[in-house]
């Protein structure tokens, strides 16, 4: 009884934590540069062009995979409503490809150097490399592989709501923005993707 209330609010929270996160990119929706990450850039990058477009590609279609994605987690849905799941799937693929690729070129512009920017790359290759993985994987109809390689995507996906839990509480320890981004660049994800194959080894969907 204890074990299914626990596992109930913490689907709960996690569902909350994606879509709140996931809806986050609204406020970016004005184009107004002195709100959010953007009052940390430089005026000259953002002015350059392919940057923009790779950043609001970034938020908006990852804010959309985010807030649909843990979804498919549900197993009464995932089980009894195929069709839907298919949808909300071949809209998270698209979203999640896109915005992975798009979040890998960013990556090589973030603040704090080189050790920000390859967490972040590496962020956005494993979360390409694994949503990929699974589209092909439930292509050919291995539906396990496909479930695996899903948690790992979706995990990476996830880090967009750790790095806005980590980051705020980093600034407050360290009393340094740098320091504290290029820690979270990490912190972000690579729990994430631990937690992530303990459940895949663990518990099966």
Request: hydrophobic share 55%.
């Amino acid at each position: 009884m204890k074990s299914n209330f626990v596992k109930k609010a913490s689907f709960i929270l996690f569902g909350c934590l994606s879509v709140a996160i996931g809806l986050y990119p609204l406020i970016y929706i004005s184009f107004n540069k002195d709100i959010g990450i953007l009052t940390s850039k430089t005026e000259e990058l953002l002015s350059y062009l392919p940057w923009n477009l790779a950043f609001y590609c970034h938020i908006f279609l990852g804010g959309l995979a985010l807030l649909i994605g843990w979804i498919q987690f549900h197993k009464k849905i995932r089980n009894k409503r195929i069709r839907l799941h298919r949808t909300i799937g071949k809209i998270y693929v698209v979203s999640a490809v896109f915005s992975s690729m798009a979040g890998i070129f960013i990556g090589f512009f973030a603040n704090g150097g080189i050790i920000s920017k390859v967490g972040f790359v590496c962020l956005g290759l494993i979360w390409f490399i694994s949503t990929l993985l699974a589209f092909d994987y439930i292509r050919k109809g291995d539906v396990i592989n496909h479930q695996k390689m899903m948690i790992f995507s979706y995990a990476a996906c996830f880090a967009a709501v750790m790095l806005r839990l980590w980051l705020p509480l980093l600034i407050i320890i360290f009393s340094d923005f740098i320091l504290a981004y290029r820690i979270v660049a990490w912190l972000c994800w690579v729990p994430n993707l631990i937690v992530a194959s303990f459940i895949v080894r663990k518990f099966s969907l």
